[in-house]
């Protein structure tokens, strides 16, 4: 069996700063951006790896959720502690110079970890820890 990981959902409580995140910070390209119901989706993700995406997407849109399961969500979210998620790559320094000087929120700058390995940190506009790991 070969899986790839095709899609991930982030959630987004402000598209137009997400994306501007996103695509103008990280340099993913924009795939789809949709609206309905007042919502708006917005999948973006590498140009080089096409098969890989990152779903932004309004928070709390389970329609199972209480208003006590959804009022914890913005909670979590405004603290930080939601969502994260982990990229990578071959020039870790110059990618974090890239994104800081986008005026990211800088979670950690480059460090060496005691688990072995090289990495730094952001928020984006919602709030999820976006960590970069440098490769190879």
Known sequence: MSLIIHQTFLPADDPDESLSFY???????????????????????PADQPQTSIV?????????LTGDERRTIAELMAKGS???????????????????????DVV?????????????AFRDPAGNLVRINQLG
């Open 23 to 45: 695509r103008d910070a990280l340099g993913f390209e924009v795939r789809n951006d949709v609206a309905f119901g007042g919502n708006r989706w917005i999948t973006v993700g």
């Open 108 to 120: 950690q700058e480059p460090i060496d970890q005691p688990y072995g390995v090289r990495d730094c």
């Open 82 to 104: 939601y969502a994260t998620i982990v990229l990578g790559t071959a020039d870790l320094d110059g990618t974090f110079e890239r994104v800081q000087a986008s005026g990211a």
């Open 56 to 64: 932004l997407e309004p928070p709390a849109m389970d329609p199972g």
